[in-house]
């Protein structure tokens, strides 16, 4: 199982948006793919409509007293199962510093989950915790969405100096420009600085666009509603890039054509309409 977290110290830069729809990509392209949604805020779990089954604990999961598959729940799209989020998860660190092996606990928790799964990504909140520390020990490849400007860009440095200074020169950080107004001369100047700055930066731009925003409102993936629309063919893009990074992994397993798990009830519903 190829662990692919998604996350930026800065918050409002799209993570969400690129673990939901990264996540479908990758299930769409035959890997059994979960989607962790680490973040207390729900975002990804609110997205594919799982929030009324987030019944998740973070302090009795770390306890033992839940196990993560009790949890586990289908979005509806084929191949692709969601671990939603709650409100607990705002205390998920202090949690685990109660617990031995404070940072490898997320790494541990998850490896039962690659008998059943060939991607697990993980939607993170933003900031640097000790889940973020749990996170990045956990992770094959730490995906960053980036917005074009100073303060975005300086918190990828304070990223990638934190990972150097915790002795993780092999972590491969794949930063990329998103809500890019090509039309900014801001924009432009910012992206052309970065690339001779950051050699991992990914070629593929995600562009602002008011399709992307409808996510919140459709509560689905974008190339689930709209396959055809220019965003989605640029997240194909970027989908395949990665997958690129990710060609070391053993082939995965082609994912079920339905899961194991039961459907949130606004899944349920949404799949009727």
Known sequence: MRIIAVTNIKGGVGKTTTAVNLSYLCAAGGWATLLWDLDSQGGSTYALRGERQ???????????????PELILSTGHPGLDLLPADFSYRNFAVHLAERRHPTERLLRMSRPLGEIYAALFLDCPSGISLLSE?????????IVPLVPTPLSVRMLIQLQDFVVGEGWSD?????????????RALH???????????????????????QIERMSVRRAPLPAWAPRSDPARIYCALWAEIRERLEAAPRPPAAAAGSQYPESDEALQHARL
């Open 188 to 210: 432009r100047e910012l992206i052309a600085s970065a690339r001779e700055q950051f050699p991992t930066l990914l070629a593929t731009e995600v562009p602002y666009s008011s």
């Open 171 to 183: 972590l491969r950080l794949l930063p990329f420009f998103s809500m890019v107004d090509r039309r």
């Open 54 to 68: 987030a019944r998740a604990s973070a302090k009795k999961l770390l306890a033992g007293k839940r196990e993560l």
């Open 134 to 142: 749990n996170v990045l020990r956990a992770a094959d490849v730490v």
